[in-house]
């Protein structure tokens, strides 16, 4: 699967969230968490459909639709994990070729993965 546009619109995306999460830590002193865009993960450009969705335990924090930050169809869903140790977030992109889902993430701090293969359908 060629990753090229993927990895572009990431490349446009991730700054925006580095900035968002900076001043969420400000006056939070924690980092923001998101649930998936998306329901499953996506085979072509595809709208979010849970843009509006919180943790549970979080109904006070902002959502997607709240940050801004997703503001055009992609072709991965994004979600934002929190981690306590060390202190920081991660930032998981998934997508699929119709048959294969596929996972890039990246750590702050840390570094990046290359995509990798999550999930089959056994059919290969």
Request: glycine share 4%; proline share 7%.
């Amino acid at each position: 699967m060629d990753f090229t546009k993927h990895d572009a619109l990431i490349a446009e995306l991730l700054p925006k969230l580095e900035t968002y999460q900076e001043e969420y830590k400000k006056t939070n002193l924690k980092y923001w968490q998101g649930l998936s865009t998306l329901e499953a993960p996506p085979e072509i450009d595809t709208t979010a459909t849970k843009l509006d969705s919180r943790p549970p335990t979080k109904l006070s924090e902002p959502t997607w639709t709240d940050t801004l930050l997703i503001t055009k169809d992609l072709p991965f869903s994004v979600a934002v994990d929190e981690q306590t140790n060390p202190l920081g977030w991660l930032v998981r992109f998934e997508t699929s070729d119709g048959k294969d889902t596929y996972r890039k993430c990246v750590l702050y701090p840390g570094g990046e993965t290359e995509w990798t293969l999550m999930q089959t359908d056994g059919n290969n």
